[in-house]
T-cell receptor, first 114, second 114 residues
Framework: AQSVAQPEDQVNVAEGNPLTVKCTYS??????LFWYVQYPNRGLQFLLK??????LVKGSYGFEAEFNKSQTSFHLKKPSALVSDSALYFC????????????FGTGTKLQVIP | DGGITQSPKYLFRKEGQNVTLSCEQN?????MYWYRQDPGQGLRLIYY???????QKGDIAEGYSVSREKKESFPLTVTSAQKNPTAFYLC?????????????FGPGTRLTVL
């Protein structure tokens, strides 16, 4: 069975500092990996995805993520955090060899402090 | 939130009543999904559908029912058999192709049982 772990319920970072939101996964085959962001009382918005190719994936709003197969990780990063980045972030995985189910992590709340 | 609409935004239900949540998409997507979101638990899959007149149970289907009579519509009924229905419900859709594997989410419906 596929699974995703986001080990931190909340991450606090000062505005202007780099941020990292951690994600590890477990899947039987080569994974499809995703990051989504959710603002209060809203649906999820797609940030970026890794399907194949370059391990460093660039996405929306200056975010990027690095796929590390040996560590089964897909951490979300941004060089300089903005207060407007404060939101709930979800990592997700899909096994392309399986059926069409996407498994989400429990979410990490990012708080950027002015 | 793309071309997916969910209604109503807020819904209140008395115990013992069935209630139906609407999800409509104009993106011509093949697959549609229903998730339930609870604090600290992330998103859990209730049902999904890849084609019209076909749907599959997700991880927490008990107490819920769906239909997929049209490609654009995937309504979710929360029945009185669902023991703890108060939650935020999210509908999503996507094209069934590996190159466009992103789910698009609606704005959500917050259901409260009184």
């Amino acid at each position: 069975a596929q699974s995703v772990a986001q080990p931190e319920d909340q991450v606090n970072v000062a505005e202007g500092n780099p941020l990292t939101v951690k994600c590890t996964y477990s899947v039987s085959g080569n994974p499809y990996l995703f990051w989504y962001v959710q603002y209060p009382n809203r649906g999820l918005q797609f940030l970026l995805k890794y399907i194949t190719g370059d391990n460093l994936v660039k996405g929306s709003y200056g975010f990027e993520a690095e796929f590390n197969k040996s560590q089964t990780s897909f951490h979300l990063k941004k060089p300089s955090a903005l207060v407007s980045d404060s939101a709930l972030y979800f990592c997700a995985v899909r096994d392309p060899g399986g059926y069409q189910k996407v498994t989400f992590g429990t979410g990490t709340k990012l708080q950027v402090i002015p | 939130d793309g071309g997916i609409t969910q209604s109503p935004k807020y819904l209140f239900r008395k115990e013992g009543q069935n209630v139906t949540l609407s999800c409509e998409q104009n993106l011509n997507h093949d697959a549609m999904y229903w998730y339930r979101q609870d604090p600290g638990q992330g998103l859990r899959l209730i049902y999904y559908s890849q084609i019209v007149n076909d749907f599959q149970k997700g991880d927490i289907a008990e107490g819920y029912s769906v239909s997929r009579e049209k490609k654009e519509s995937f309504p979710l009924t929360v029945t009185s058999a669902q023991k703890n229905p108060t939650a935020f419900y999210l509908c999503a859709s996507r094209v069934l192709a590996a190159s466009t594997d992103t789910q698009y989410f609606g704005p959500g419906t917050r259901l409260t049982v009184l």
